[in-house]
C-alpha cells in the first residue's frame, strides 16, 4: 500500500534540484532553465502572478516549468505505465480515484479502502512533480500528468509505449471551475482575479497548460490514431453513463470486468466509492490538506465544489457563452470532437 501513496507534492523537485538524485542532470536542467525563462513570453498568471509560454504551452514558472523539461529530458517511462492525462479541472480527482479503485479492486476491500483516508490526489504521483522517485514503483505504474500530449517526450507515446486515460469536459465548465479554484489559491498580496479577466484569459489560451483546446485536440488525435494506447473520456459522458465508462476504463487497462464481478455490484461499488457524494463528504476531504508545493497547500475540500455538468452558464453572460462556443466550434472544426452543450 505505501508504495502507491508517495507525496506528490512539488517538494520532490526541490529535491531533484538539490541534486540529491543526479547531481550533474540537475545542474544541466537548472542551467537550460535559468537560460530560457528570460526570454519566455509572459501573460497573467491565474494562482501565480505570471505565466510563462514555452513550446506554445503556458505554465507557471517555477514548478510546471521545470517539471515539464525534466520530463522531456530524463523521465524513463515504462511500457506498463499508465497515465491518468488531464487539463487542469477537467474531472482528474473523479479519475483519479475511478482508475485507482478499479485497477485495485482485488487488493481492497470497500469497508477499509485507502480512498476513504485519502485524497484521490494522494494515492498516485503527479509525473510533473516527481519524475525522479518513480524508479522503485511496482509496474504497472499509475501516474497522473497535466502534459499536453504534443510535448511528451516521444519515449512516452506511439505503439508500444505507455498508456494514457485522458478526461475532459465543456470548456465553459472548465473556465468557471479553474477560476473560482485558482482564486483561492491565488496569494492575498494579489488582487483576485475577476471572471471578466480569466474569461478573457482563457479565451486566449493563457491558462495553465492552456490553450485548453490544443490540449485536448492533441489526447483526441492521439486517441483516433493509436486508440489501444489512448483512451478519451468525457466528465459528462461519466456523469450520464457512469457504469459503462468504468467497464470501458477496466477494460482499456486490461482489467476487464467479469460477468461474475458484475453480477456481484463491483461496478456499482466502485461507482458509489468514486462520487462525488462520498468523497466530499469523507472527514479526510472535508479538513485536510494537499501539499502541492512548499508554498502551495490546498483544502482537500476545495477538490470538491459542485461536481454538476452545465454549472458554468449560470456564471457566464449570454455574450461569453456564445463567444466561448464559437471558439470551441472553430477549434474543433473538423476533428470529431464535439461538446454538446
Ligand atoms: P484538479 O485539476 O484540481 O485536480 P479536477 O478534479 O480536474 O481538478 O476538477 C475539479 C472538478 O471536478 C470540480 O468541478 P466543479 O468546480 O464544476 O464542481 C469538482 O467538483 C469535480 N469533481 C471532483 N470530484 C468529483 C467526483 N467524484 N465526481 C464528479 N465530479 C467531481
Redesign the pocket.
Known amino acids: 500500500m505505501d508504495s502507491f501513496l508517495p507525496s506528490p507534492d512539488c517538494d520532490t523537485i526541490s529535491k531533484t534540484y538539490n541534486g540529491q538524485i543526479d547531481s550533474h542532470l540537475v545542474q544541466k536542467t537548472n542551467e537550460r532553465y535559468r537560460e530560457i525563462l528570460p526570454n519566455l513570453p509572459r501573460g497573467k498568471g491565474w494562482m501565480t502572478e505570471h505565466l510563462v509560454q514555452y513550446q506554445g504551452v503556458w505554465l507557471t514558472p517555477n514548478a510546471a516549468l521545470k517539471g515539464l523539461m525534466w520530463v522531456q529530458g530524463h523521465f524513463k517511462p515504462q511500457s506498463t505505465d499508465i497515465l491518468l492525462a488531464?487539463f487542469?479541472?477537467?474531472?482528474?480527482?473523479?479519475l483519479k480515484?475511478l482508475t485507482f479503485a478499479t485497477i485495485n479492486r482485488t487488493r481492497y476491500g470497500f469497508a477499509d479502502h485507502p480512498l476513504l483516508t485519502t485524497v484521490p490526489?494522494g494515492c498516485l504521483p503527479f509525473l510533473e512533480a516527481c519524475p525522479n522517485d518513480l524508479d522503485g514503483f511496482p509496474s504497472p505504474r499509475l501516474l497522473s500528468t497535466h502534459i499536453p500530449y504534443t510535448l511528451l517526450p516521444n519515449s512516452m507515446t506511439g505503439n508500444q509505449s505507455c498508456r494514457f486515460v485522458y478526461i475532459c469536459r465543456d470548456p465553459k465548465?472548465v473556465l468557471?471551475?479553474k477560476w473560482?479554484?485558482m482564486n483561492k489559491l491565488r496569494p492575498k498580496e494579489l488582487a483576485p482575479i475577476s471572471l471578466e479577466e480569466a474569461f478573457e484569459l482563457f479565451c486566449q489560451g493563457i491558462s495553465h497548460y492552456g490553450p485548453y483546446w490544443d490540449h485536448v485536440l492533441g489526447y483526441w488525435k492521439a486517441s483516433l490514431e493509436t486508440p489501444e494506447q489512448v483512451l478519451l473520456l468525457k466528465y459528462e459522458e461519466l456523469?450520464e453513463e457512469p457504469s459503462v465508462v468504468v467497464k470501458r476504463l477496466g477494460e482499456f487497462l486490461g482489467h476487464p470486468f467479469s460477468l461474475e464481478e458484475e453480477s456481484k455490484g463491483v461496478v456499482e461499488e466502485i461507482m458509489k466509492l468514486?462520487?462525488?457524494e462520498n468523497?466530499?463528504n469523507l472527514g479526510v476531504n472535508k479538513s485536510s490538506v494537499l501539499k502541492l508545493s512548499t508554498q502551495i497547500i490546498v483544502d482537500n475540500r476545495h477538490?470538491?465544489?459542485?461536481?454538476?455538468v452545465g454549472?458554468g452558464k449560470s456564471y457566464l453572460t449570454d455574450e461569453m457563452i456564445k463567444r466561448i462556443n464559437e471558439i470551441t466550434s472553430e477549434k474543433l472544426l473538423g476533428s470529431g470532437l464535439v461538446f454538446d452543450s
Open positions: 488531464s487542469p479541472k477537467t474531472g482528474t480527482t473523479w480515484a490526489h465548465d468557471v471551475s473560482l479554484f456523469k468514486c462520487s462525488f468523497l466530499s477538490f470538491f465544489r459542485k461536481g454538476k454549472d
